[in-house]
């Protein structure tokens, strides 16, 4: 199996900063990488698929990028309403792996 | 609107069966595969299993593997996870989310689209 890992593991950050999550592989994911948010008691949202692409909707605030085994997703000026749990998800092999996920809250 | 909707969650005793239903609306249900995931309370997200848009491929995660049967029925726009031989350790609220690509045979990319939930507790 895929083994994926994140950090930092929580976050905090004041309303307007630059956050940076990391998500590493432990083998070659070519592309194979998503992005999902999850607020408390809510079902997850797809924010990016395939590593750097904007899923419809979603705020332009929120990007990511990479290859291969590590990967980078970034929220350019965070927000109240961006309090959540962000995951990183590969599709490359079956079965498909999250990561642990990465508690984002306000200083 | 496009949604997905889950059903049948519950308590239950360890050994005993429990069948999950999520019936979608809004989109051509025939033409997307569906994924279920779970997320025992306070924890992370797991995934658990997949059906093809067509119904003829089915993957697994190993921890669910010959207890847990993945089917659709096209006619209905519903996805089933029959769940059989319970164990403590399968209490988690249960997702149906769909499978970004359509007409995929493989096991899957990305979840767009998310049922709300429903809660299985296996409990004596």
């Known amino acids: 199996d895929i083994q994926m890992t994140q950090s930092p593991s929580p976050l905090s950050a004041s309303v307007g900063d630059r956050v940076t999550i990391t998500c590493q592989a432990s083998q070659d994911i070519t592309i194979y990488l998503n992005w999902y948010q999850q607020k408390p008691g809510k079902a997850p949202k797809l924010l990016i698929y395939?590593?750097?692409n904007l899923q419809t909707g979603v705020p332009s605030r929120f990007s990511g990028s990479g290859s291969g085994t590590d990967f980078t997703f970034t929220i350019s000026n965070l927000q109240p309403e961006d309090i959540a749990t962000y995951y990183c998800q590969q599709y490359a092999n079956i079965p498909l792996t999250f990561g642990p996920g990465t508690e984002v809250d306000i200083k | 609107q496009v949604q997905l909707v889950e059903s049948g969650g519950g308590v239950v005793q360890p050994g005993r069966s429990l069948r999950l239903s999520c019936t979608a609306s809004?989109?051509?249900?025939?033409?997307?595969?569906i994924h279920w995931v779970r997320q025992a309370p306070g924890k992370g997200l797991e995934w658990v299993a997949v059906i093809s848009f067509h119904g003829s491929n089915e993957y697994y995660a190993d921890s669910v593997k010959g207890r847990l049967t993945i089917s659709r029925d096209n006619s209905r726009n519903t996805v089933y996870l029959q769940m059989n031989s319970l164990r403590a350790d399968d209490t988690a609220f249960y997702y149906c989310?769909?499978?970004?690509?359509?007409?995929?045979?493989?096991?899957?990319?990305?979840?767009?689209?998310w049922g709300q939930g429903t809660l299985v507790t296996v409990s004596s």
């Open positions: 809004g989109f051509t249900f025939s033409s997307y595969g």
């Open positions: 395939d590593a750097s």
């Open positions: 989310a769909r499978d970004r690509a359509p007409y995929s045979h493989g096991g899957g990319s990305a979840f767009d689209i």
